[in-house]
């Protein structure tokens, strides 16, 4: 079988070639195809960006305007597959019921299940964009015993979603569209980030050619851990805590470079970026204005500052290269806009649902995809015979 390569965590393996995301985590750079991150985020719309990534190059009008179009009649889910949401318990965590329902997709819409029929692809793709949302909103509406609403398709995506989020009165969202271009730069900041880990799984699962729906529940699944996606969540339990029990940020500090408990500073550090995440840079200005235009003074802010400030000037986080990530600032100006901690990182899937669309089909046109499959170094005991039981000590 030949020599095989020890390499825990793929720190060193590439799996792929990909076309659809540069990253220089030396100099922190970010680029979807080609286009820097900051550009991206000041100029273009979440759908415009998907389609960016899923297609490779920015859309004209009308091409936007088809796809758009394409999504946001897509929205409501079947009746039945929307009662399925009335039976999960309240106290669910609405990744779980995301993860549960984007995997039910394939039950309700199997016309559009095959990964090489590129029509049906283009189907679940789009059907993905426009579904996710609604499953995200009404994850959040069981949680707080509310009414599920219908998607109003004159509203734009994001629009829609926050309306289904937080029911009526809306108005004081969409009338300040500067919340809604805030929440439309989270997630193109969130879009894709080439083989990260719940990129992985959707490639993974995507090799053994189960369809698109499958592989995203998986990502999804792969996504709710505390040191991937769960991490927004993971800061604001941090901050709170910091808060609430009158920690002085310094003891704290001293406490993680201690590894005492194990904690670390969560919403630090990065697998890839050994600079500022340049994400985190741009999230840090979308919470100075969003935390204005609503008029909240929330003093975890100044918390998270001050353990930011802290670190830049310390050794141990120094050598070790870490720095505030996308996760840091997000949580609290999600918070801000009225989500509750249990639904960051449910908001961080509807951003990432691009990118893991655009890599399942990068993978499934790639002629070099092999179904996934590493290797191990056993470690275990060498052959020995069976024991009766009557022999066992
Ligand atoms: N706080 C304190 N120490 C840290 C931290 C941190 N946040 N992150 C890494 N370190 C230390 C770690 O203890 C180790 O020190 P030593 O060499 O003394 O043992 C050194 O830095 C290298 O850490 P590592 O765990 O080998 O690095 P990694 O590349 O495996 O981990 C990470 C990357 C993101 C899992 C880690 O930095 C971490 O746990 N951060 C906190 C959780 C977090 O914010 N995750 C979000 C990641 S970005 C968004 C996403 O991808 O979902």
Redesign the pocket.
């Known amino acids: 079988t030949g020599a095989v390569t020890y390499d825990p965590?793929f720190m060193n393996t590439a799996n792929t070639t990909s076309e659809i995301t540069y990253i220089d985590g030396d100099e922190g750079i970010l680029r979807y195809r080609g286009y820097p991150i900051e550009q991206l985020a000041e100029h273009s719309t979440y759908l415009e960006v998907a389609y960016l990534l899923i297609h490779g190059e920015l859309p004209t009008r009308g091409q936007l305007d088809n796809f758009s179009a394409q999504v946001e009649r897509r929205t409501l889910l079947d009746e039945r597959f929307r009662r399925l949401f009335d039976g999960y318990p309240r106290d669910a965590h609405p990744m779980a019921v995301l993860q549960a329902g984007v995997s039910a997709l394939s039950t309700f819409y199997q016309d559009s299940l095959d990964p090489f029929d590129e029509e049906q692809v283009r189907l679940s793709s789009v059907r993905l964009l426009a579904k996710m949302p609604t499953m995200a909103a009404y994850a959040h509406r069981i949680a707080q015993g509310h009414a599920l609403l219908y998607p109003d398709n004159r509203l734009s995506l994001i629009e829609n979603f926050l309306r289904l989020t937080f029911g009526f009165p809306v108005e004081e969202y969409i009338a300040d569209p500067a919340v809604v271009r805030a929440m439309e730069q989270l997630l193109i900041l969130h879009a894709d980030?080439e083989q990260?880990?719940s990129t992985s799984a959707v490639r993974l699962v995507g090799s053994a050619q189960a369809n698109l729906f499958t592989s995203i529940s998986a990502g999804i699944g792969a996504?709710s851990g505390?040191?991937?996606?769960g991490?927004n969540a993971?800061?604001m339990e941090m901050l709170n805590l910091i808060r609430d029990e009158g920690i002085d940020p310094r003891d704290y500090m001293e406490k993680?470079?201690n590894?005492e408990d194990g904690i670390?500073?969560?919403?630090?550090?990065?697998?890839v970026y050994k600079n500022y995440?340049p994400r985190a840079r741009i999230v840090k200005s979308i919470a100075d204005t969003v935390l204005e235009r609503l008029g909240v003074n929330d003093e975890r802010l100044e918390l998270a500052m001050k353990l930011e400030e802290i670190a830049l000037n310390d050794d141990?986080?120094v050598e070790?290269k870490?720095y505030p990530?996308?996760?840091?600032y997000t949580g609290i100006i999600y918070k801000a806009m009225g989500f509750p901690t249990q639904m960051f990182t449910v908001l961080?899937a509807i951003g990432r649902l691009p990118g893991w669309i655009a890599q399942w089909q990068e993978m499934i046109h790639d002629p070099d995809t092999k179904i996934g499959r590493p290797r191990q170094i056993y470690t275990g005991h060498p052959e020995r015979p069976y024991q009766a039981m009557e022999e066992r000590t």
């Open positions: 965590g980030h990260n880990c996504l505390p040191a991937h996606g991490a993971a800061v993680v470079k590894k670390r500073l969560m919403g630090f550090g990065h697998r995440d141990y986080f070790r870490l990530n996308v996760d840091f961080f």
